[in-house]
């Protein structure tokens, strides 16, 4: 039993304080992307606190605020306007969100900030932000996002809160990126973001992977077949 206990210690002081998972995603991890990515336009997100991790800072506890940011990537130019909605459900209320009428600009957090959550290739682009608190009752094991993505495992090791989301009214060739800090106010009340899922900790809805190059050499050397057996044809 002290094995056990000493071994689920270790690992949980591994794993990130705060993460984010995607019911039935999976991880990408090509280097401009590098976190869990859903397969469909409907999916449940997970936001999960891990209050043994290494990297918690001794002011976030249980009962604090956190947040989300929702923010459409590819990055877009202030001013930028039709191009749909997303829709997000914290289980009590649907939230409608017009892209970009319904967003800021910039990178988060909206409060005023002496830290943010830099641009890690995402931001300046527009977001939407929203706080929540995890819910004691909500639990499950110990688990690495980037090792083990897809959904919870049971047990009762972090918590977590589950979000239902919608982003099939975004317009074609735009996703939404998901990152879940932890704000704290100094006396000034500004706010620091002093601890947030790492990048590849972060979620994304998912978009359609670019052909590989050999695919792409496939393709084209078939197109040329086609055209030249065509040729023949119409000769004979």
């Not at 943010?116 to 706080?131: A, C, R, S």
């Not at 735009?174 to 106010?185: Q, R």
Request: include cysteine; aromatic fraction near 14%; hydrophobic fraction near 40%.
């Amino acid at each position: 039993m002290t094995v056990a206990c000493l071994f689920w210690a270790a690992s949980a002081l591994a794993i990130p304080t705060l993460q984010l998972d995607i019911s039935g995603g999976v991880y990408d991890d090509a280097p401009d992307v590098e976190n869990v990515v859903s397969t469909g336009d409907n999916f449940t997100l997970y936001t999960l606190l891990n209050l043994a991790g290494d990297d918690k800072p001794s002011a976030v506890s249980l009962g604090d605020k956190f947040y989300i940011s929702m923010a459409v990537t590819p990055k877009l130019a202030e001013g930028s306007d039709g191009l749909g909605s997303f829709s997000f459900f914290d289980g009590s209320a649907i939230y409608e969100i017009d892209v970009t009428a319904d967003m800021d600009y910039g990178t988060p957090p909206l409060a005023e900030a002496f830290k943010d959550l830099g641009p890690h290739g995402i931001f300046d682009t527009y977001y939407y932000e929203f706080e929540f608190a995890f819910d004691p009752a909500l639990q499950c094991a110990a688990y690495n996002v980037a090792d083990n993505p897809g959904g919870l495992v049971e047990g009762s090791d972090f918590y977590y809160r589950a979000f239902d989301v919608d982003v099939s009214g975004l317009a074609e060739g735009y996703e939404i990126h998901f990152d879940l800090y932890h704000l704290d106010f100094l006396k000034n009340g500004k706010g620091v973001v002093d601890v947030a899922a790492p990048f590849s900790h972060d979620a994304q809805s998912g978009a359609i992977p670019a052909p590989e190059p050999s695919t792409l050499l496939l393709l084209g050397a078939g197109l040329v077949g086609l055209g030249a057996y065509r040729r023949r044809r119409g000769k004979g």
